[in-house]
C-alpha cells in the first residue's frame, strides 16, 4: 500500500544501498530500526509514514546494480548476509527504477534540458506507481566547490543562464534540487554539495510551496564534536584548539582526498565548530584517503581547554564508524519527516531537521542536544 | 561588604584550597573566571550574590595551614606562581577560620556533642563576621559506604542514638551536615558520602526550612559521559558495553585505591550511566592510585555500540583533566546558587543544581544538557 | 606425507580452532601464511617440518564438534567463509582424532591412572599414524592459580602422590604436561597455567631426554608492552607508571573475569614489565570480561614517563586485536620450531623461543628485539 | 678542566638552551642525567668526555639572550625554577660565546666569505679557550627544502660557486658545516636540513679526515615507530595502513606549518617507515601548528594491520612528549660521542650513530634495538 515515493539521488551509492536493503529488511522484519531516530518511542505519536509506506526510486550515474553493490557491502561486513539474502531479490527490483543520473561530462545540451529529463523521471515514477508525495535525497558523492554566480541570485536569471545549449551554470546537485522542485517534490540535501542553497532555488521552493531541508549528514566526527562543544561552553572552560584528522576507506576516501572535493566538506566541518565555540579557535582539520579502511571511517580528535586558574587540560578521542551504516537509517528518518512536513503543509527550509545535518539551512543552532528537542518539539506538533 | 559564609568541610583539602585561592584571586582580579558557570553572561541577570559577598571559614581535621597547602599545588602545577604570590597572605587569613574537623577516632563523648561543637563553629563564625547566611559546602576526602541503619530511618531516632556516648550511628559527612541544618545553614554536598542522604535529616532541612543539594561534583569522566551518552539514545545507536579505567594521583588516588572508599564513588557513577542509557550495560570501571601523576586525573572509556543492521562501532576517550582545578570553580557557584535559593526561601533539594552532580538529589535526570537547560530556567526564575 | 604429530590440549577451543583451519588452509594453498613468524624468508634456510608434515589431534573436555566450532569464529568474523568452506571437512576428520580431555571434577581414580590414559591416547595417535614425533601444546584455558606442594619438589614424591585414588596433586595442565613427557613428546604451555613448571616435571623432561617450552603466548598487550619498554630503557627516559585495561569477550574474558583465573594471568603479564623496565613501578592492571566484544580483544595503556630536567611526559596506546587470528599461527610455529628441537637433540628448555611467550622458561629475556635475535641465531644453528 | 668545545648552530634556540641549562645543571649536580642515554651505566666503561670536559659556544641569528630564553622555558614548564636560578649566571657567561648566525637575507658579499667568517669564529673560541676539539651541532630551525645544484657534486665545482658575490649556492646548514669542516670540527646535524648531506661536503669531510653524523633527531612519532614497526614485521603482521598526526606549538609549529619547510621533515619521516616496513604503504602524514601547546608535541598514530586469516587489527597511539626535553640530552650525548669518535680517529660518516636520527646518515638501519645495539658495539669498540 505505498502512496508515497523516495527518489534517491546517488542510489547506487554506498548510503542508498544500505538505506534501501535497510528498508527491504524492515519492511521483511528481519531487522530491528536500530539507528533510526524516527522509530524512537518518543516519536510513535507523530503523524510519520510507516515503513511500508515508501517505493523506491532514484538517479545514478553508476551502472552497477543495486543488487551488486549491496553484495560488495555484505562482503565488506556492512551488510550480514542472512540480511541481503531475505532483499536480494527486492533490491534488483528497486534497481529498475533507477534512471540515468546528470552530469555535465556526458551530456550535451543545455542544463534546462537535462532538468526537463530528471523532472519527468520523477513524474513518471509518481504516476506510474500513483504516489501521493514523493520526497528527493540527495546522497551522491561530495562536488567540488562550485563557484557563485550572478546568475544564481534570481530564478529568472538562472532559467535563462540554464537554457543556454553547453552552459554549466549549476553542479549537478543542484540540477537535481530544480528537477525536483519543477517536479513539485521536497528536497533534502545528505551532502555538502551545493544543491538548494542558491537563493534562486529557495526563490522555486517558495514558489512551489515545498519544504527542504539539508545540509551534510551529521554522522561521525562531527557529531561527536556537536555534543561535546556544549560540554566545554556550558562549563565555562576555554577550548583553546581543536584539531582532527579523518580516515576514509571507500569511495568516499577517494573522493575526499581530491582537495576540491574536500574543500566543501572541510568548510561544512569548520562552521560548525566555530559556531558551537562561539568564535574562531585554532582547528587544523585533516581528510586522508586510506583504502584499506574500507567502509570503515576512523576519526581522531585532540581538544585543548583551559580551565580555573589557567590549568591546562584536554579531551582526545578516536571513533570508529561504518560511514553507511550511520547514513542510512538518518536517509529513512529524513524521508519520513520531510515528507509529514509535506503533508502538513510546511513550505521553506525545516530547521527543525537540523538535528541531522553538519550544515544547518535555516538555523544556526548546532548543539546536538538542543537539536533534538527542537525536533521532538515539532514533530509533536506535525 | 561581605555578607554571606561559605563554610567548607575539608577547608585544607585540595579542592577546598583551590576554591579559596581562586576566590581570593578573583577578587583581586588577577585571574578570569574560567571554569565557572555561574559567571556566564547568561547568568548575569540572576540574582545570585558576587565574589565580594563571601567570607570563608570551614572544619578539617588536617593541620597543615591553607598557605602551605596552596604553596604545594602551586608546586604541583594547578596554581599558578603569580597567582599565589597574589594570594598568599589572604590565605593565611582564611586559615584563622578554620576549626577542627570530626572524626570518630579522635573524638570521645557522642555524636550528639561533637555536632553541637561544630554547629556552635559555624555559629560563631556568622555572628563574628555578621553573616546573613552561611552555606556548608562538603568537600572532604571520600568516605568509605556506611551501613544503612535503622535510626536513620526518623529524626527522632536518629538523635536518641547521638545522644549515646561512644556510639557510631552517622558517618562524618552525615554529622557535618546535621550540624550546618542545625545551625541553620544550606548543605551542599560535593562528595559522594553519606551526608544528607538520610531520611532523617532531610526531615530536618524540612524543619529548618533550609535547602540542600548533591551529591558528588561532575568533573571529569562522568561528565563527558553525561554528554556522550545521549548522543547514542537520541541516535537510536544501541550501546552494547562501556568500559572506563580511571588512573588518579594525589590524595584522592590513595583514598579510592581503597576499595570501601572506592565503593560509593564506583556506585555513584555507575547509577548515572545506567540511568543514562536507559537500562544496564556491561560497563566495567576501576579506579586505580597511580601517585606519579600528582594533581591529575586520567581516564579512558571505550564504548562499543551498534548501529543500523547490527554495524559494530566504537567511540573511545581519553579525558586529562586537573582534578581541583574543575571542582574549585563548581565549589563557588554552588555556593552563589546555593546562597540565591536560600535568600529566595527554597526549601528541600534543589534539583536545579543535577548540573553540577554524578548522582543528583531530587531528580533522575543525567543528561548534561538538560540539566544546564534546567539550571537556566531555575535561575532566571531566582 | 605426515609424519609429525601435533597434539592440542583444548583442541576445541577457539585458538585451537583457528589454528587447525588455518594449517589446512595453509595446505590447501587459500591463505597466504600471515602472521606465522617460522614462515619468514629469513628461516627458510631453517631445518624445520613443512605444513604439510603434520597430522594433528588432542584431548579436550567440551563436545563441541571442531567443524561446528569453526562455523561459530566464521560468524564471529575470525574465519572468512571461502576458508571455512574449504577446510571444513578437514575439520570434521581432524575431530575424530580428539580424545576426551582430564578434568578432576569428572574423573574418578588416581591422577596417575588418568595421566596413563593421556598418554596411552597420544601413543595410540603416533602409532595409529606412523609418527616419528608428537608435539604437544597446550592451548586450554587458564586455570585458576594451583597452590605450590612439597610432592611437587621431586619426581618421585609426585608420582606417590599422583597415585593415590582421589588425591589431586596437580592441575590438570601438569597432568597433561606429565602424560606428554611419559609419552616421550616435547611440551609447549601456550597458557599461563602451571603445566610443566614444577622441579619434578622438569626432572622428568630431564630423564626423557625431551625439550619443552613456555609459558603463556605472547598475542597482545604484552607484545607491544616488550617493544616499547626497551625505547624507554635505552633512551635512559624513567618510567613512573604503567597502567593497563584490558577489554576481552568470548570464553576467554569469562574465564578471566574470574578473579582466581586472572591471578595467574596477571602475574605473568606484570613479571615480565618489571624484568623490562629493570625494576618495580606502578602498573595497575584490569581484564574486564566485556561478552560484546566477541573474539575481540581491546586494550588501553598509559605510560607515564619522565625525561630530561623531569619533564613529565606520556604515551598511550589502543590495541584491537583477535586474539585467536594472533595466538593460532604461533601454535602453528611453535609446532615446527619445538620438533625441529627435538629432532636436532635439544633437551631441556628452549630460551630461544621466548619471542612467543609471556612469561619464558629459561630465559630472562623480555624484550622483544633480543628475543626474535635470539630466536634467528639458534634457528640458524639447527 | 674544559679541554673540549661544543659549537651549537642555532643556540638560542629552544633545543640549544635546554641542552645548555641541562649541561650546566649536570655539572653543578642539581639534576639526575635522566634522559642521556650515554649516562647508562653499559656506557660507563667507554672512553667519553665527561659533563665537566665541555665548554660550550654557537651561533644564531637570533639576539634574545641564553638566559632570557631560559626563562621563557621556565615560564613554559620545561625548565623547572630552582634548575634555572641555579644556572642563570651560566647561561649569561654562554651567551657571551655566541656569534652572530648566517643568514642569506642578511648577508652581503659571497658565501665564501660568510663560511670564512663562520669558521674563524670557531677557531677563535678553540683558540681562546685552548680546546683540543670542538664538536659542532647544528640545531637551528628547518630550513625549506634548498634544490640539488650541479655544483654540489665536488668541491672545487662548490668553491668556485661560494666565491661569486651574492649567488646562494648552499643553504646556511651546509654553509656551516663546511665552515665547521674548515675549521677541522666534526659536524653533526640535529635538523632534516640538507647540513652536510651533498657529496661536495662529504668529500671535504674525508679530505679533514672528520667524521660526522645526522641527520633529524629522532624525539617523537618516530622514536615510537622506529620502536613499534620491527614488531609487525618480525611477527609477520602486514601494515596496510600507517596514519599520522602532529600537533606542534612553538616556533617548531610555526616553522612546520610553512609546507616548504614540512617537506624536509615529511620526507624523513616517510625514508624511515618504509625502510622499516619493507615496503611502501599507505602513510599519510600532517604537522599542524598548534600555538596554544607551547613546547608540547602531541603525535597520534593510527596503524591497520592484518594477520592470520585476513583478520584486520589496529594499534594506536597517542605520545605526549616536551620536544626540548627529549632532543636535549641527545645533542649533549652526540657532543660527547662524536668527540670520543674525533678523538679515536674515525673518519667519515657514524652509522653507529642511527639511534639518534630520523634520517641516520650512513646506514639503512632504521630498527631501534639494532640501532642501540650498534651503538654498544660501536662504544665498546671506542
Redesign the interface.
Known sequence: MSSIGLWLVGARGSVAT?AI??LL?LRARV?E?????S??PRFSGAALPDWDSFRIGGHDIADLALDKRAELLTEA?????R?FEAVRSGLSSVDSEIRPGYHPATHSGSQADAARRLADDIGDFAARHELEQVVVVNVSSTEPVFPSLPEHATLKALEAAMAVPGRTVLPPSSVSAYAALRAGCPFVDFTPSTGIRLPALEDLAAGQKLPYAGSDGKTGET??RS??A??FT?????V??W?G?N?LGGGDGLTLADAEHAGSKLASKGRGLASLLGGEV?A?L?I??????GEQK?A?D?V?F??????R??????????DS??A??LVLDLARFTAAAHAAGSVGPLPALA?FFKDPIGTAEH????Q??ALTDWAESL
Chains 1, 2, 3, 4 share one sequence.
Open positions: 544500505t536493503t535497510g529488511a531487522i530500526p536500530t539507528g533510526c531516530v522509530a524512537l561486513g556492512v551488510i550480514p548476509h540480511v557529531l561527536v555534543t561535546l556544549p560540554m556550558t562549563r565555562a572552560l576555554t583553546r584548539s584539531a584528522t580516515l585554532t587544523p585533516h586522508d584517503n586510506v583504502p584499506d579502511l576512523i581522531w585532540h585543548s583551559e580551565g580555573f586558574l589557567g590549568a587540560m584536554s579531551l582526545q578521542f578516536t571513533w570508529t564508524g561504518y551504516a550511520l542510512a537509517p538535528f548543539r546536538l542536544a538542543e533534538f528537542a
